[in-house]
């Protein structure tokens, strides 16, 4: 495991256009109707940092679904070199976390390039507009650390949007395993 923290895209940055498959081939791209919000999700199915949270962010997305919101959860580690992220694992994700969200593989790892994504888990919130409003941590838990993942810095976020209030602007860095590169995509 190679800890790293996210970069931080910066706030007000248009969510990026993108086309990817789900683990059964089903293309899926960003959704053209209007949302309260749109909630990105960088995540893979190994690491700690993610194992963590998912429980309780499958619960919190899951229920931002039901609150008009467009929900990705997005892989783009090397699965050749990395088995416990190809397609029949994520496929053992969604069914074990019940995600209702799609869940998509960035084969090419263009999408997590044009976040700028460094780390999983790694959110990214946007506005009505699809503007940035809102990149970094899930909370304060981590492993290790005893905290119970409660998710509060994702539902302050949901919860501001929900009432039209703005969001603040200072924001906690994700922390957790390196994206994956394959050897073509490595930043050097």
Known sequence: MSLS???????????PSF???????????????????????FICNHCPYV??????MSQIL???LEK????YAINSNDSIKYPLDNAQMIKKDIIEYKYKFPYLVDKSQYVAKKFQTVCTPEFYIFNNKKLLVY????????PGNNKLARGD?????I?????????????????????KWKEENKIH
């Open 51 to 56: 194992i963590n949270i998912k429980d309780k």
């Open 68 to 71: 008009d919101f467009s929900i």
């Open 135 to 142: 990149r970094g941590r899930f909370d304060d838990s981590s």
């Open 5 to 15: 923290h996210s970069s931080m895209l910066p706030l007000g940055t248009e969510i």
């Open 62 to 64: 899951n229920a931002a």
């Open 153 to 157: 810095d994702i539902k302050k976020v």
């Open 19 to 41: 086309s990817l498959l789900d683990s059964n081939e089903v293309k899926h791209q960003l959704d053209k109707g209007s949302f309260n919000g749109y909630i990105l999700v």
């Open 159 to 179: 919860n501001f949007i929900n009432q039209g209030k703005p969001v603040p602007k200072s924001h906690f860095p994700s922390m957790g395993c390196s994206i």
